[in-house]
């Protein structure tokens, strides 16, 4: 990866079609159907400029067509979507300039080496040869692929092809990104650095709009979260807000002597709407409210004489969240549809 | 209008760069044609009765067009490979020329037809075959052939749309093409077919084509058949042309 200075020097003088702060992408009512399936249903998101929404659900929740409609791609049945300030009907064309699309199957010409896939795209925004050139050159300076820059992408690993995918998505310097599960089938070395570089193309200003099956991608890289499932946004917020809704945090703590737990117990009962349990000198509980539960726990269990050896909140993760809120596991759900394993 | 040109120019251009990349497609346009015509001539040539013509003299228009209209089956194979892997969604998502997709392709395929006619040509030579036409004939038989094999790619282009895989447009290409470039004037006289093939290959706009090229670069009766061959392959085009760019429009990626 090069530099953020360097980075910065590329995307400074890009033009911002939205300013901070206002909806970058909107969705009102959104509906798609394909035969007698209701693919996307009644979908309502709002991307406020400069920020990431993780759109999150299993395969076939609807995430795609979405993202096929946001982007020009699909005509929804029903619904408004305002994108980058466009109308993503009307303005499809003219929308069309100011997005970036870095799809799930990283669509790259195999046959083209690096540097012709990115010149190929820059022409076809309309600039000329020498324009398209100098800029698939700082792209794939950018993407550390400047040394694979004149092979064909064939040869290319899985990581390098989807840097370029995401390289070509962005030749235009889009203000509105869509990134249609980015790092599916990526090593873990692959996926960290994608992150790091979308994660640098949020810091530049860009609005990002990203569809993934995994929750710590979303947990790392959404600012918002909306959870989707059978087309339709079951929830939406922060990563904290959406843990927060399946319930408070879970407090353990590992005493010194297994004798003290009834007086643990006892101790730390105000803490919780529930009895603690205690399971092989391991003492559990729900706080009924996270902000100070542990400076809490300690006074009271200092004061009741009980000897501590380890003490944690846990919080519940992301995968909790969507077993909660769609009554199945979030990678269950993928496997289903798609009969693959990964 | 200057948009549609350039993006075509940038889209053939791309398709052209990566045909040496595809050592099996230069294969097909190369060897497997002029194995053909060496096996057609050598095998069947004896067999086969082409009164007032030498076998070679009567096939090579022949096969030259059927091989032309075989030119298209790039177009089929590249836009169902470009659908299946997300390209034309990438394409879709620009903000190009609508149309210019498709028509960068079939333009590829004029200069990869004008390739392929040039060998099957020096081949027959090689091998024996000679016009009996002025400059002029010749060079309207090129025009034909390279226009018919462009309206054949248009044809592919709507079918590699509406296919599921590059091997589906394969097969039923062939499948669709090949007893058509059979029940025609390409390989054998028509009046050597039972009655109700005759009638078929009267019509077949191939029989036409080939009948039109045989006037053009040997000298045979004309007919209607060289002013039909043109009308054809623009009918051709006028049909599959709109009902391919409309594909396009709607064309998802089955990603």
Partial sequence: ?342 | MRRLVSDTLVIAERNLVRLPRSPDLLLAFTVQPVMFVLLFVYVFGGAINTPGYDYVDFLIPGIIVQNIAFGGFVTALGLSEDLNKGLIDRFRSLPMARPAVLAGRTAADVVTNTLSVLVLLVTGLIIGFSFHASVGEVLLGFLLLLLFGYAFSWIFALLGLMVSSPEAANSLGFIAVFPLTFISSAFVPVDSMPSALQWFADVNPFTIVVDAMRSLWLGAPAGNSVWGGFVWSALIIAVFAPLAVSRYRRAAGRA
């Fill in chain 1, 1 to 342: 990866m090069p530099s953020r200075a360097e980075e910065t020097v590329l995307e400074r003088t890009e033009p911002r079609s939205v300013a901070a702060g206002e909806a970058a992408i909107s969705a009102r009512g959104l509906v798609k159907s394909f035969g007698d399936v209701r693919a996307v249903d009644g979908v309502d998101l709002e991307v406020r400029a400069g920020t990431v929404l993780g759109l999150l659900g299993p395969n076939g929740a609807g995430k795609t067509t979405t993202v096929r409609m946001l982007t020009t791609l699909l005509k929804p049945d029903a619904g408004e979507m305002r994108v980058a300030g466009l109308d993503a009907v009307k303005d499809a064309a003219k929308l069309r300039e100011r997005i970036g699309l870095a799809g799930q199957y990283a669509a790259v010409d195999e046959n083209l080496t690096g540097a012709e896939n990115l010149t190929m795209v820059g022409r076809l925004y309309g600039m000329s040869r020498a324009q398209a050139k100098q800029r698939a050159a700082e792209l794939l300076a950018r993407f550390s692929l400047t040394e694979a820059a004149k092979r064909p992408a064939r040869g290319y690993s899985g990581g390098m092809r989807r840097r370029l995918d995401l390289a070509a998505a962005l030749v235009a310097r889009p203000p509105v990104l869509f990134l249609d599960e980015p790092t599916t089938g990526l090593d873990p070395r692959s996926r960290l650095s994608l992150w790091e570089t979308i994660e640098g193309l949020v810091a530049d200003g860009t609005t990002v709009l990203l569809t993934t099956q995994y929750l710590d991608e979303a947990d790392r890289l959404a600012d918002k979260i909306a959870v989707i499932d059978h087309g339709r946004v079951i929830a939406e917020g922060t990563s904290d807000e959406l843990k927060d809704r399946v319930g408070g945090e879970r407090l353990e703590v590992t005493l010194d002597d297994p004798e003290q737990a009834e007086t643990a117990v006892d101790a730390l009962a105000p803490l919780t709407d529930e009895r603690p349990v205690v399971e092989a000198g391991v003492v559990k509980l729900t706080v009924r409210e996270r902000r100070g539960a542990i400076v809490d726990a300690v006074e009271r269990l200092k004061a009741a004489g009980v000897g501590v050896d380890d003490l944690g909140l846990r919080r519940p993760t992301l995968d909790d969240v969507f077993l909660t809120l769609t009554g199945h596991a979030a990678e269950d759900g993928a496997d289903e549809e798609t009969g693959e394993s990964r």
